[in-house]
């Protein structure tokens, strides 16, 4: 044997501190923002002021019978909804499985994890261990990551598989050594791996980059106050996109400092590390911005028939989808839109109302579920009372005039979505 000197090239994926930061600021909406910064501001001497020039209350929701767009968007439905909503992504054509796989994410708890001995679950759904272990690695294959874990230690290793550079000790590490991540022992777990100290410590801001209850990422909180990031518009013929300034909010530093000479050097480090912050929180928020506007120029783009003619027009579009086209992780783009809205014609729409699931054509084109439950709904409030449209009915209207071939318990499901009831409960006189 002979010793030889080796040039061997990898990616890997470094998370530091600013990064996580950046990942955080990302998913605020601009009021989290706006609070986070004050928070900051008031331990950081150097902060001066955090403007925004905002007038919140024009800004809150008011309560209204009329259906705004958006409003029967799939993502607005419950964590179990959300997650049922993804099984078409796992071309699952075996009824009985999906069944099972139905069964599986109705027994998650709220937090997202699963509440049910796989030997119950085989036992309730009549099927083998080996069918419902199946199950589950589908159920956990979906967004957000860490869904269906059985405990925290395989929640976060369900998440931190995501990261490029990803190593099977890990996988010992959560299971056996739990105790090392909690106390942030670097030295111990280069000891015992084969990792140095600097890439323990990368490893250990990756976990601490997951979310230990993947479950909540899915409940649709309401909030208090609906704030635009941008405006999109028309002008000169052609669609724009302009950024509030709020989105951005500018950081003023204390000019008292800005003269401070020869301080002690206690005082200086404190200073230096206090600029740091700062230079990272810019950072942080150009980041935010950057991000937000690639992905709202990108719906703008595959969305542009519905911001030309209007919600009858909007098309099918994945997360995914958009993700491939910028480039990005899935979970950066579903950060970025994370209850974020823009200004448009028809109103203050929410981003994740482009997102929509639907009926592809083997043209290619498609119509999204929004449409298919619109046209539903208006078939319905137009009917003949007397003889109400039976949910056969509508799946034969939407194939003879809109060319919309959907199976009749997809009629059944977006009704439901819709509360319209039955056709017999809404047969009126004889």
Not at 82 to 87: F, T, Y
Not at 92 to 117: C, H, P, Q, T, V
Request: some cysteine; proline content about 4%; overall charge negative.
């Amino acid at each position: 044997m002979e010793q030889r000197l080796i040039l061997k090239q990898s990616l890997q994926w470094k998370m530091n501190q600013s990064l996580i930061q950046s990942i955080n600021i990302l998913q605020l909406t601009s009021s989290q923002l706006m609070e986070y910064l004050k928070e900051i501001a008031n331990e950081n001497p150097l902060i001066e002021e955090v403007g925004s020039d905002m007038d919140w209350e024009q800004f809150r929701p008011e309560h209204s019978n009329m259906q705004a767009i958006g409003e029967i968007n799939p993502y607005e439905k419950t964590m179990y909804d959300q997650l049922k909503g993804q099984i078409f992504m796992l071309t699952i054509r075996d009824d009985k499985l999906k069944a099972i796989i139905e069964f599986g994410i109705d027994s998650l708890n709220e937090d997202g994890y699963l509440d049910i001995d796989l030997k119950e679950w085989a036992e309730a759904c009549e099927t083998t261990l080996e069918t419902v272990e199946y199950a589950l690695s589908k159920i956990q294959s979906l967004e957000p990551a860490g869904i269906g874990a059985r405990n925290l230690q395989e929640c976060i290793l369900l998440q931190i598989k995501q990261f490029s550079g990803y190593k099977p000790f890990v996988e010992d590490l959560l299971t056996q050594h739990l105790e090392l991540i909690a106390e942030g022992d670097v030295d111990s777990i280069s000891a015992s791996y084969p990792i140095s100290a600097e890439e323990a410590a990368d490893l250990l801001e990756h976990i601490r980059l997951c979310h230990p209850k993947p479950g909540q990422l899915l409940t649709a909180l309401e909030p208090e106050y609906i704030i635009p990031e941008a405006s999109i518009y028309k002008a000169e013929g052609e669609w724009k996109v302009s950024f509030y300034k709020w989105s951005a909010p500018k950081i003023t530093l204390n000019p008292m400092y800005e003269n401070f000479k020869d301080p002690e050097k206690e005082a200086a480090d404190y200073l230096k590390e206090k600029y740091k912050e700062i230079d990272s929180l810019k950072q942080a928020i150009v980041y935010r911005g950057n991000t937000l506007e690639r992905v709202i120029r990108i719906i703008l783009e595959k969305q542009a028939l519905f911001f030309e003619h209007g919600s009858y027009m909007i098309q099918p579009l994945t997360l995914r989808e958009i993700a491939e086209e910028l480039n990005l992780h899935t979970s950066t783009v579903s950060r970025a839109i994370s209850q974020k809205y823009i200004q448009t014609v028809q109103g203050v729409i929410p981003l994740k109302f482009f997102l929509q699931s639907g009926v592809r054509k083997e043209d290619g084109n498609g119509t999204a579920s929004y449409v298919i439950k619109k046209l539903i709904q208006e078939m319905i409030l137009y009917e003949d009372k007397k003889r109400p449209l039976s949910d056969e009915g509508v799946k034969k209207k939407l194939k003879d005039e809109f060319d919309i071939d959907i199976a009749r318990r997809t009629v059944m499901k977006y009704r439901d979505q819709l509360g319209i009831p039955s056709s017999v409960k809404r047969r009126k006189g004889g």
